[in-house]
């Protein structure tokens, strides 16, 4: 099994740098969980026994919805190789009320682990297994001259015949030639129907007994062109190569060290002193559920048993209605660093569409460059835009950064819309300055019947 990946040695100046290159601002909270994932560098490097003493600080990120907690969370995940799961916890309840069990999280982090895993280990068998692949593709395409004869003149022409058949499928000369496969069927099995997570809860994996005792993935054989079906093949070898019991060791070893679980809507669960009724009762109920999995404790999935003692839990929550201190002491306990997120500025608009390596308008441009749409932005109308997606928040709800998304979609339209076949070559220069943007959307600030409709 392939060692941890040197990502996740980097430390917390060089994981707020990368983050800056996605996210403006809030560099609070980037330096909180920067400090937090080099926390779990530093804690292997101890001791064993002093290391099962050494817990995560599970954060608190405060602020109102699109200005970044998401993002910061699943970015810094994805920058470490880390399994990153995010719930909401508005989904969870006490048992007995409606919702899911709190435990599935875990067992969601575990299936998202074993996919990083996985991922790795068919990257690193791929040079194998198009080597087994092409001797493969050789079998069906001269299977039937290879069984002719056992003199020796017969073992020399099927040997010639062989290499000559190798050297035409590397020129790309039999690409069009069909060779017959079997490939799994796309029917789901029956015995999917009973993998629910009360049989999870119990460590019980139905898929695998049904495999052993011949219930698995049904199978079909198809004619297919060498071009597709080597892919196909690939794929097939390379699953062979890889140790499925590894992959789930692994995968619970890093969904245990290096998992995060991003508890949104935290908020959504706090309890208020002078609320009372079924709602309150369940919404404690969820924070009580939640607790022996942020404290550490033991989850049965269907590869085996996972600790949450070290899993990292970032909750998030615009708290409007009620502060992080709402939340019952002991759960208060566990997420001891709590981080306030900026409301974003005009300034902070306009740094978002110029700043970020993918920003909007580069997505934007390269969308419309598949079309034959030469699309550029002036710096007068990505400050317009700013000017306009700040002005809609102060006057409507405040959704951060997410009222770009429609702005852009407004001003866009027309290009959008007719760049596949209505487009005259007249409008295929787009230049996006203060009037253009002003003639398209100026009217989202003018009339506010219109605009409480769009986003």
Known sequence: MSPQPKKSELTPTEIVAALDRHIVGQ???KRAVAIAIRNRWRRRQLSESLREEVMPKNIILIGSTG????EIARRVARLVDAPFLKVEAS????????GRDVESMVRDLVDVGIGLVKEEELHRVQTEAKGKVEDRLLDLLVGEESTAGSEPEDIERRRKTRETFRAKLRDGKLEERE??????SNQTPFVELFSGSGVEQMGIDIQ???SKFGGGAKTETRRLPVSQA???LIDQEAEKLVDQDKVHEEAIRRAEHSGIIFLDEIDKIVTSADSHGSAEVSREGVQRDLLPIVEGSTVHTRYGVVRTDHVLFIGAGAFHAAKPSDLIPELQGRFPIRVELESLSREAFGQILREPENALPRQYAELLATEGVKLKFDATGIDRIAELAWDLNQRQQNIGARRLYALFEKLLEEPLFLAPDALPDAARDVMVDVEY???RLNYLVQDDTQSGYIL
């Open 437 to 439: 943007v002003d003639t």
């Open 27 to 29: 560099h609070d909270a």
């Open 208 to 210: 695998g007994l049904a």
């Open 91 to 98: 989904k969870y309840t006490e048992v007995g009320y409606h």
């Open 230 to 232: 080597r892919q196909t």
């Open 67 to 70: 200005v970044g907690k998401t």
């Open 179 to 184: 060779v017959e496969i079997t490939v799994q």
